[in-house]
């Protein structure tokens, strides 16, 4: 199974659910932090560094003595990465998504392939759990290339479980982490800013024909909002996480959960569970 952990908002539990879920199972696990501009799965799991790597992104690179200026690159390119005026070509890296098409249509081949760094990919292990991570450059705007960068290690073996932790949100990076997950466990909090961006998060993973599942925090405060709409609109409710001061200790302290309450062990099983028995044809 490949479960993605998203949420609409930030804060409300994201990493603590999917560092739990992996620790929970005491068995092989891979987690992915695609949370590339604020990771922190890494520092709950005190993970040990494996390794880590520079990540690149392509950028064109314009041979000046083959263009003739025509500007087909320049049609191409829908975000203003490449362009001519008076027969000069000028390259925008920060703005280049690196599809290449600006290679494909040069008619004189005088664009080649350059890169530009990203940021970091990094791969840690905590017992059985691999964790693989990535960190975006300071100032770099483009982290949907890293997060398919850090996807990209995840191992095809489809007996081991993946958890992605996503990034907050409904932009281009959320969409990127979560797309080809096999279930989406939306977090959220039963208050009306949490219920707004549920409500968001939800109607971009039905748009991605993903089946999804609510988990809540802090549940036994706030409102009754996100529940009604739940009930409404046909989300189960897999684990509702109360509003307890432990688990707000442990996590200010940088402990899981299931250490700090070992009760919330099984509950964590209970959910991967579940959410087995929710995608069929699955075996736990």
Not at 19 to 48: G, I, M, Q, S, Y
Not at 57 to 73: S, T
Not at 87 to 107: I, Y
Not at 221 to 250: F, T
Request: net charge negative; glycine share 8%.
């Amino acid at each position: 199974m490949k479960i993605a952990i998203a949420s609409g908002k930030g804060g409300t539990g994201k990493t603590t659910v999917a560092t739990n879920l992996a620790a929970a199972l005491h068995r092989p696990v891979t987690l992915a932090d695609c949370d590339v501009e604020a990771p922190n799965a890494h520092l709950f799991l005190k993970t040990t560094l494996d390794w880590s790597r520079p990540a690149y992104a392509f950028v064109p690179e314009v041979d000046l003595n083959r263009c003739d200026g025509c500007g087909e690159c320049h049609e191409i390119c829908r975000f203003s990465g490449i362009t001519v005026m008076a027969g000069m070509v000028m390259t925008f890296p920060e703005m280049c998504h690196g599809c290449k098409g600006c290679m494909m249509v040069c008619p004189t081949r005088a664009i080649r392939e350059g890169k530009r760094t990203l940021g970091e990919i990094k791969r840690g292990t905590a017992g059985q759990i691999e964790l693989h991570y990535g960190l975006l450059r300071v100032g770099e705007a483009m982290a949907p290339p890293l997060i398919r960068q850090v996807k990209a290690q995840i191992d095809g073996d489809r007996d081991i479980p993946v958890i992605i932790d996503a990034p907050p949100g409904t932009s281009c990076p959320a969409i990127e982490a979560v797309r080809d997950a096999d279930y989406v466990v939306l977090v959220t909090e039963p208050t009306p800013f949490g219920l707004n961006d549920l409500v968001l998060a939800a109607e971009a993973v039905r748009t991605l024909k993903i089946r999804a599942g609510l988990v809540i925090n802090r549940a036994d405060s706030g409102d009754d909002g996100v529940r009604r709409y739940a009930e409404e609109s046909g989300l189960p409710i897999l684990m509702e996480i109360p509003n307890r001061r432990e688990i707000a200790v442990a996590y200010a302290r940088g402990r899981l959960m299931i250490d700090a309450i070992p009760s919330f062990q099984q509950r964590f099983c209970d959910l991967y569970e579940r959410i087995a028995e929710e995608i069929e044809g699955v075996k736990v």
